[in-house]
């Protein structure tokens, strides 16, 4: 070999070390650390907007946690499964999360399908958090179980006060889809409403179109002041069609949460005005951390986020807190931090009273000119 040619390898020789000083070489890759959660929501049937929505709050948490340091030093992962709003099916999924061995689940979107996550986690310990499941039974009695919304009982009463206070309501028609989870919403709207002095013409049942139809007509010679629904968004729709066609147009139409995203099912003109419905969140909100979350969530999506991306936003946080605030992966250790902690989340500040529910602000959206809007913040009412 020439003394050139050994001039060479010296100096290949000489960068490589100079390299392995400036990167850190090592014989193998570095070892990356996870906490892995488990997420169970609607992604395919009747319910998928709702899992899409929350899907994306996810997937944004995830995104910032990881930017800013992970959870206890370590990345977090999230094992998304798709429960279909099917309540057989998600026990199948459930058991892939515990075979997975995650260390918590954030899940579903419905409380009929929640339930059932609820009852099988209660058994193994499991912390579970729902972002929307709304009914107070999924966390009745079971200390490892939470949510991050209102209960229906609280966003009930809440639009019954701006429907006598804010809007001056003398009168109102309650109507449902069912006597369970919303007719209990009806029975306490009408309580608080005529507490506050307003008088409830009728609380009426219905299965279908023709069934709203029909009760409309009854209501026709008395039209009330305010009329809630708190059914889901699809079914309001077309109860609010139908009452615009019939001349409700002086009408206030109310709803729940479930109206979240209602503006898809509204094609007429005419039809969207004097609706409101309640929320764990809105995006014109001032806050600073909502308008954060709100930019952020438009650049990744390129479309403003509803409740359900908020509120799942907010579990994926609530957890994580929790087990920082636990310095633990322990179930037991990540549920008290839960139940003693105060988290502020997108949708507001939030603590759990003794069944694991926050009691936190609920939001009156109003539909005007084709935008969701806030009409009125009510603060811990």
């Not at 999924?138 to 991050?148: L, S």
């Not at 209102?150 to 006598?164: G, K, N, P, S, T």
């Given at each position: 070999?020439?003394?050139?040619?050994?001039?060479?390898?010296?100096?290949?020789?000489?960068?490589?070390?100079?390299?392995?000083?400036?990167?850190?070489?090592?014989?193998?890759?570095?070892?990356?650390?996870?906490?892995?959660?488990?997420?169970?929501?609607?992604?395919?049937?009747?319910?998928?907007?709702?899992?899409?929505?929350?899907?994306?709050?996810?997937?944004?948490?995830?995104?910032?946690?990881?930017?800013?340091?992970?959870?206890?030093?370590?990345?977090?992962?999230?094992?998304?499964?798709?429960?279909?709003?099917?309540?057989?099916?998600?026990?199948?999924?459930?058991?892939?999360?515990?075979?997975?061995?995650?260390?918590?689940?954030?899940?579903?979107?419905?409380?009929?399908?929640?339930?059932?996550?609820?009852?099988?986690?209660?058994?193994?310990?499991?912390?579970?958090?729902?972002?929307?499941?709304?009914?107070?039974?999924?966390?009745?009695?079971?200390?490892?179980?939470?949510?991050?919304?209102?209960?229906?009982?609280?966003?009930?009463?809440?639009?019954?006060?701006?429907?006598?206070?804010?809007?001056?309501?003398?009168?109102?028609?309650?109507?449902?889809?069912?006597?369970?989870?919303?007719?209990?919403?009806?029975?306490?709207?009408?309580?608080?409403?005529?507490?506050?002095?307003?008088?409830?013409?009728?609380?009426e049942n219905y299965e279908n179109r023709p069934g709203i139809t029909n009760i409309l007509v009854t209501h026709m010679a008395n039209v009330p002041d305010v009329i809630f629904n708190p059914d889901a968004a699809l079914a309001s729709a077309n109860l609010i069609h139908t009452a615009m066609m019939?001349?409700?147009?002086?009408?206030?139409?109310?709803?729940?949460?479930?109206?979240?995203?209602?503006?898809?099912?509204?094609?007429?003109?005419?039809?969207?005005?004097?609706?409101?419905?309640?929320?764990?969140?809105?995006?014109?909100?001032?806050?600073?951390?909502v308008a954060a979350f709100v930019r952020d969530f438009f650049i990744e999506f390129s479309q403003m986020p509803l409740s359900s991306s908020a509120a799942a936003h907010s579990a994926v946080f609530i957890l994580a807190e929790a087990i920082e605030t636990a310095g633990s992966t322990d179930w037991?250790?990540?549920?008290?931090?839960?139940?003693?902690?105060?988290?502020?989340?997108?949708?507001?500040?939030?603590?759990?009273?003794?069944?694991?529910?926050?009691?936190?602000?609920?939001?009156?959206?109003?539909?005007?000119?084709?935008?969701?809007?806030?009409?009125?913040?009510?603060?811990?009412?």
């Amino acid at each position: 070999m020439s003394n050139q040619g050994e001039n060479m390898i010296k100096k290949i020789f000489a960068a490589t070390i100079l390299l392995c000083i400036l990167t850190g070489c090592s014989r193998g890759r570095e070892t990356v650390e996870y906490i892995t959660f488990g997420a169970l929501i609607p992604l395919t049937g009747e319910y998928f907007s709702e899992g899409l929505r929350a899907l994306n709050g996810i997937q944004l948490a995830k995104k910032r946690i990881n930017e800013n340091g992970g959870v206890m030093g370590k990345k977090l992962d999230i094992i998304i499964l798709n429960d279909r709003g099917c309540e057989e099916y998600i026990l199948e999924q459930y058991a892939v999360l515990m075979e997975r061995g995650v260390t918590a689940i954030i899940g579903s979107s419905y409380s009929s399908v929640t339930m059932v996550l609820a009852e099988a986690a209660n058994r193994d310990g499991i912390p579970v958090i729902s972002p929307t499941a709304t009914n107070f039974l999924v966390t009745y009695g079971r200390e490892n179980v939470f949510r991050a919304i209102f209960i229906d009982e609280y966003q009930a009463m809440a639009i019954a006060h701006f429907a006598r206070n804010t809007l001056e309501a003398e009168t109102a028609l309650i109507m449902r889809g069912d006597t369970t989870g919303w007719g209990l919403m009806g029975d306490v709207f009408a309580e608080e409403f005529e507490r506050l002095g307003g008088r409830v013409i009728a609380k009426e049942n219905y299965e279908n179109r023709p069934g709203i139809t029909n009760i409309l007509v009854t209501h026709m010679a008395n039209v009330p002041d305010v009329i809630f629904n708190p059914d889901a968004a699809l079914a309001s729709a077309n109860l609010i069609h139908t009452a615009m066609m019939l001349g409700y147009y002086d009408t206030y139409f109310l709803g729940s949460d479930l109206w979240d995203g209602i503006l898809s099912y509204i094609y007429e003109p005419a039809a969207r005005q004097n609706v409101y419905y309640t929320s764990p969140f809105t995006a014109d909100d001032t806050d600073g951390m909502v308008a954060a979350f709100v930019r952020d969530f438009f650049i990744e999506f390129s479309q403003m986020p509803l409740s359900s991306s908020a509120a799942a936003h907010s579990a994926v946080f609530i957890l994580a807190e929790a087990i920082e605030t636990a310095g633990s992966t322990d179930w037991v250790d990540i549920v008290s931090a839960m139940r003693s902690g105060e988290f502020d989340v997108v949708t507001g500040t939030i603590s759990f009273d003794e069944n694991n529910n926050p009691r936190t602000n609920v939001y009156v959206i109003e539909i005007k000119e084709g935008l969701y809007l806030m009409r009125e913040k009510i603060v811990k009412y």
